[in-house]
């Protein structure tokens, strides 16, 4: 039975999601044409895809949504909105793969004989899960080795994309220092704009004065800046910073790890600024008035993990710079016709999807 509601979080989800998706493309020269072969959708550069591998990823898209956020996910404005989105995003994830075996094949990789085994042995285990409704939704062809046949240029073309990826990925090693990605350990007392602690003792100096019947001259003394000088003050006479963050600080934690690009310019030039021990004045930050102690110029198993994240997001800038440069050069041609049957199922008896976790699995793809 569906679902007739969507709970709050699955609304921002949905949300979200429909954004990224609204983010997505797949580069290249498009051009709108007709005059194709039967049963293509799109061509890029040499590479063509037709309407059975256009609706097995548009199929798998679909049956991943609908298992992460439900089977009522297509209902409503949202659901046609998102539904369209989904569509567009897999003709760009096909694009995707097409183009990356294509570059494959220029810089020379093919599938070897055990690489091509496994795809094709990969095929017939989707095949094996396939219902009369599956197949006859995919259009695939009702003999036996032809549907086969289908599946193994499907498969293969996938796992030739992966490869792809994986080498151009392998072939980058970029240099990271300690320096660039060190993180170094704070403690720190944060007290908010709004404190919910001066705001009480402000009220509660005004209700002294007034008990005492002493209203002349009365000011609000006691703000959030007032309460960080107070603090500031206490740790300049040689308090203990955590006895004096055990009274002031309003901050979710004391104790912080910090790295580079994780917080405002003001703190983290201040932080990276810091001798071991020293104490920095008072902050404004977005938050509130803020006063650091660094506590350790270097968390040697957070910036070795940093690290490893540099060095990642440094391999995928030099992909996608390489892959750019390979597909503007290509020309994208889409067959409008066959692409209008590239479609929402809404037929309750298809069930086939898990093809792209089913190559995740079978080619350790990761992210293509």
């Not at 506590?295 to 892959?323: C, H, L, M, P, W």
Request: glycine letters at 8%.
């Amino acid at each position: 039975m569906r679902r007739t509601g969507r709970s709050p979080g699955v609304r921002l989800a949905l949300t979200l999601l429909i954004l990224a998706l609204m983010l997505a493309g797949c580069g290249g020269r498009v051009v709108l044409t007709s005059g194709f072969p039967e049963d293509t959708v799109f061509r890029i550069g040499e590479e063509e895809v037709g309407l059975t591998e256009m609706r097995l990823y548009t199929l798998s898209m679909q049956k991943e949504y609908e298992e992460r956020y439900g089977q009522n996910v297509w209902d409503g404005e949202d659901g046609e909105k998102l539904a369209a989105l989904m569509r567009e995003n897999a003709l760009s994830r096909a694009a995707r793969i097409a183009t990356l075996s294509q570059m494959g094949r220029s810089r020379g990789l093919v599938l070897t004989d055990k690489e091509k085994a496994l795809a094709d042995e990969t095929a017939r285990e989707y095949a094996a899960g396939l219902s009369g409704a599956d197949r006859a939704w995919l259009l695939l062809p009702e003999d036996p080795e032809q549907e086969q046949a289908a599946l193994e240029t499907i498969f293969e073309r996938y796992e030739l994309a992966v490869w792809t990826y994986r080498s151009i990925l392998e072939a980058v090693n970029p240099e990271v220092s300690d320096d660039e990605a060190r993180s170094v350990e704070l403690h720190q007392i944060l007290i908010p704009y709004n404190s919910v602690r001066a705001n009480a003792e402000g009220a509660e100096a005004v209700r002294e004065a007034a008990m005492q019947g002493n209203y002349e001259n009365l000011v609000l003394d006691e703000s959030s800046l007032s309460r960080a000088q107070r603090a500031k003050a206490l740790l300049d006479a040689g308090e203990d910073f955590m006895t004096v963050a055990a009274e002031y600080n309003e901050g979710e934690k004391v104790f912080l790890v910090l790295s580079r690009g994780e917080a405002e310019p003001v703190i983290e030039e201040t932080a990276y600024s810091l001798a071991e021990g020293e104490i920095s004045g008072i902050l404004e930050t977005k938050e509130g008035y803020c006063i650091l102690q660094l506590i350790s110029s270097i968390n040697r198993a957070q910036t070795e993990e940093k690290k490893i994240q540099i060095a990642r997001e440094r391999r995928e800038e030099a992909f996608e710079q390489e892959y750019n440069r390979f597909a503007e050069n290509l020309d994208y041609t889409l067959n409008e016709e066959q692409y209008a049957q590239v479609v929402l199922c809404r037929d309750e008896a298809v069930q086939a999807g898990g093809f792209y976790e089913l190559c995740r699995s079978s080619f350790a793809a990761g992210e293509e």
